[in-house]
């Protein structure tokens, strides 16, 4: 197993993001004061591969490696096997009891090509593929490759027989065990086959020539006489099983006569000849009717097929409905707009006359309100006094009356007013014109988009004449499975 890249987020002193690239190295060395966090890089790898963290004396304890004011620790470790690569994701997450859980955990192996396979999702999952692609348990991993801070000396006093069962699991040596156990089975065996022909040997050896060779021959025709009753064995074996059958059925046929022995002729038997045959006369004329009635089926099925679709022919009569709608909607509101800007131009007259006797009225206030000065100066003066605007002696006093002003004045208000007014209906008449016109050309709008929609279709009488001749089908269809 070669590490390539260790990530940890929240894993004891490395409460941020950190990376340990080991790419492009073969031999690398944690250094730096204590407490810097060295041990705890060792401890990330351990734990990302098998759930647990050596330097607690209880394996199920990982709740310690969560830094402080943190929630969850977090570590993900890319490494490879044999050359394939692999990547693991551990979480360790508090709980609200003080405690932690470690169930999220993840095994991939990256292929060359960017493919990804999980091998594990959850966290005993991901141990026991662990174990497997490395060929260590926990426990061997921090005796022999990773050892915890003061746990060097836990090998090297190790009792003898417990180094080498671990030594004998680390190089496969457990092999040679079963090629032991297996060759001394095999040497049991040939000690005691030998024994065996050695006692045969023993008794044949008193044996004159003359006996031996009636014993090889005895010993030859003994052979053939066994090749020919395996031989026979399989003939024996078939005739055996045809005596079985045939007992067998002798006795269904002797149960089959005694049966019949006890059969009489029911009554009525010939009228049920008879109705049969005229049953079976009927089931032919029904056969017959079938056959017509399912030929007469397909060809009405074949009719509806090729007549136009019930569904299309109403979807097109609702295009052009719609069509006819609209159009009859567009020329009612040409009639409205109409309608409206007459009223529009109406009520433009009507401002334009208040607007005249608006102007009208304010000429005449004006009028009024230079009398009035005029009334104000003339106000005192006698006949020779000197005139306020020339200074020429005045030969008369003019009369000059200040209600004139009031009345001019109270004509302006009204003038305003009606101004006022008018302007109010006229700005009404304008929008509500324009709003006509927006609503007319949206109309055109959707007409033209109608007439597009049945521009490529068939007149709606047409299109009546179709659905005819389609409820017509599927009339015959309909009548075809009834008679069916």
């Not at 002193?13 to 041990?39: N, Q, W, Y």
């Not at 044999?82 to 003080?98: C, D, N, P, Q």
């Not at 955990?105 to 091998?119: D, I, K, Q, T």
Request: proline share 4%; with cysteine; hydrophobic share 45%.
């Amino acid at each position: 197993m070669r590490p390539e890249r260790l990530e940890l987020e929240g894993f004891t002193a490395f409460r941020a993001p950190t990376v340990v690239d080991f790419a492009e190295v073969d031999l690398f060395a944690f250094m730096g004061p204590t407490g810097a966090g060295k041990s705890s890089l060792i401890d990330a790898v351990i734990f990302a591969l098998y759930g647990s963290v050596p330097r607690y004396a209880n394996k199920n304890l990982v709740a310690p490696v969560i830094a402080q004011q943190a929630t969850e620790a977090r570590v993900h470790l890319t490494f490879s096997v044999e050359g394939a690569r692999y990547v693991v994701v551990r979480v360790v997450r508090a709980t609200t009891s003080g405690g932690a859980t470690t169930k999220e955990a993840r095994l991939e192996r990256h292929g060359p090509e960017g493919e990804v396979e999980v091998l594990a999702g959850d966290a005993d999952g991901v141990t026991a593929a662990v174990e497997g692609l490395l060929g260590l348990s926990y426990e061997h991993f921090t005796t022999c490759v990773v050892l915890p801070q003061g746990q060097f000396a836990r090998f090297l006093l190790a009792k003898p027989s417990e180094r080498q069962d671990l030594l004998v699991r680390l190089l496969g040596l457990g092999v040679y065990g079963r090629m032991a156990r297996l060759a001394g089975e095999r040497q049991a065996g040939a000690r005691a086959r030998r024994e065996v022909l050695a006692a045969t040997l023993a008794e044949l050896a008193p044996l004159v020539p003359a006996q031996r060779a009636e014993l090889a021959a005895r010993l030859d025709g003994l052979a053939e006489l066994v090749a020919a009753i395996d031989a026979s064995r399989a003939r024996l074996d078939e005739l055996a099983d045809a005596e079985a059958a045939a007992v067998a059925r002798q006795g269904e046929a002797q149960r089959a006569a005694n049966a019949l022995g006890r059969v009489a002729r029911p009554k009525g038997v010939a009228g049920l000849a008879a109705s049969l045959e005229s049953a079976r006369a009927g089931e032919n004329v029904a056969a017959a009717q079938l056959s017509e009635a399912e030929g007469a089926l397909d060809v009405a099925e074949q009719d509806a097929a090729r007549a136009p679709q019930l569904a299309a022919l109403d979807a097109d009569l609702e295009r052009w409905a719609t069509r006819d709608a609209l159009a009859g909607r567009l020329e009612r509101g040409g009639e409205v707009v109409a309608e409206r800007a007459e009223a529009m131009a109406a009520a433009r007259a009507v401002l334009e006359e208040a607007e005249s006797q608006a102007r009208a009225a304010h000429e005449a206030l004006e009028a009024a309100r230079a009398l009035d000065r005029a009334a104000s100066l003339a106000e005192g003066l006698e006949v020779g006094d000197p005139c306020p605007v020339c200074g020429h002696p005045l030969d008369e006093v003019p009369e000059h009356r200040s209600r004139q002003l009031a009345a001019a004045g109270r004509g302006a208000e009204a003038a305003a007013a009606t101004l006022g007014a008018a302007r109010g209906a006229a700005d009404d008449a304008t929008r509500e014109h324009a709003r006509y016109e927006a609503l007319l050309h949206e109309r055109r709008t959707q007409l033209h988009e109608a007439d597009a929609a049945v521009r490529s279709r068939p007149a709606p009488e047409d299109l009546a004449a179709s659905r005819k001749e389609a409820e017509a089908t599927t009339a015959a269809v309909e009548g075809a499975r009834a008679s069916l």
